[in-house]
């Protein structure tokens, strides 16, 4: 889930109030809606939040190398009623973080209004803040992401081609978050993307290779019944299938709703509810810069199946600023078990509840 992402959002209301005082109403997901692409693949800027994440895992120039480009679009409902077409109407901000074993989690960040050095498409995955882009292409040799970003240490310049069909959570993309059917998500992946193109870090220039995850997801109400982040995994399954699985916990740390996706080898996708999904931490880091604790080794059951995570580095956690203070752990990890794979472990509120 971003999400994820906008990472920790609190609930996100239905409506709220402009500076003019006129409240701002925000569309509900509801099931039964069918998703229409590529058209699906872009904005959808009347609903509260969206966002667009792709992470990765590079077999060249060395293997198990991580990498993650989030770009989100927040509309926060201030604004509303100035006819400024640079008015703070639509807010887009950006992540981006390489994972190198043995070393550091490098990351960066960018943020910017629409209309004044961001831009979106309603009409197709066309993203941008200044030289940081994530768009869809139709080439004769069929469709592909381009993935493009630059910072002082590291920057990268990466095409990714599917592989197999696009996978839709929950319900034909719709994506319960909770009890109640207004916490939900319209929520579309697409896993095992082959990866190519060309990695710089302090100033080295490398060809690379790998496999990624793409995840769009865009909703008005994310967190509810006391839920104060999530654990999200998107895994690459060694066999060519793929999992998605998530929880919500409170501020005790239980569970208050859990979802997975399995897609096989063969293609057969199985659905799993709250009741056969369950996460169980197995051994934490602590940030020393937050003070969180993170489970980054997790044993997490669906069905017939328990696999564990083990993360290629402990210190993934991201501190970010802008628009606002958000700390996140988001890190590469391998998964063994009765599946095998690598793929992100997203954790989220365990700094705090965070708002934005």
């Not at 208050?256 to 057969?268: E, I, K, L, P, S």
Request: aromatic residues 10%.
């Amino acid at each position: 889930m971003r999400r994820r992402t906008f990472l920790s959002t609190p609930l996100l209301l239905p409506t709220l109030v402009t500076a003019a005082d006129e409240p701002v109403a925000y569309p509900a997901v509801r099931p039964g809606v069918k998703l229409v692409f590529p058209r699906d693949h872009g904005a959808h800027p009347d609903y509260r939040t969206e966002w667009w994440y792709v992470t990765g895992a590079l077999d060249s120039p060395r293997r198990d190398i991580g990498f993650q480009l989030t770009f989100f679009r927040s509309r926060p409902g201030t604004a509303e009623a100035l006819p400024s077409p640079i008015a703070a109407r639509q807010i887009v901000f950006a992540h981006a973080a390489l994972t190198i074993p043995g070393d550091r989690l490098h990351h960066a960040e960018r943020v910017a209004r629409a209309n004044l050095g961001a831009s979106f498409s309603r009409l197709d995955c066309d993203l941008g803040i200044g030289a940081w882009r994530m768009t869809r292409e139709d080439r004769s040799t069929g469709e592909v992401f381009l993935l493009q970003m630059q910072s002082p240490q590291f920057s990268y310049d990466f095409t990714l081609k599917p592989s197999q069909p696009l996978l839709l959570q929950g319900d034909g993309g719709y994506s319960r978050k909770g009890r109640s059917p207004e916490l939900a998500s319209y929520y579309v992946s697409w896993p095992q993307l082959q990866v190519d193109g060309v990695l710089v870090v302090d100033g080295r220039r490398q060809a690379v290779s790998g496999r990624a995850w793409f995840d769009h997801e865009w909703s008005t109400a994310v967190l509810g019944d006391g839920a104060v982040g999530w654990d999200w995994l998107g895994i690459n399954l060694a066999d060519g299938g793929a999992l998605m699985a998530f929880r919500l916990r409170d501020a005790r740390g239980a569970t208050v709703f859990a979802d997975a996706a399995w897609r096989d080898a063969a293609g057969r996708v199985r659905q799993f509810g709250a009741a056969e999904v369950s996460f169980t931490p197995l051994r934490t880091w602590l940030s020393a810069r937050s003070g969180a604790s993170y489970p980054v080794q997790m044993e997490v059951r669906f069905g017939e199946h328990t696999l564990r995570t083990l993360p290629v580095l402990d210190d993934q956690e991201l501190s970010t600023s802008r628009p606002a203070e958000v700390v996140y752990w988001e890190g590469l990890v391998k998964v063994d078990g009765t599946l095998k794979g690598r793929g992100y472990l997203e954790l989220t509120g365990y700094a705090g509840r965070l708002q934005l």
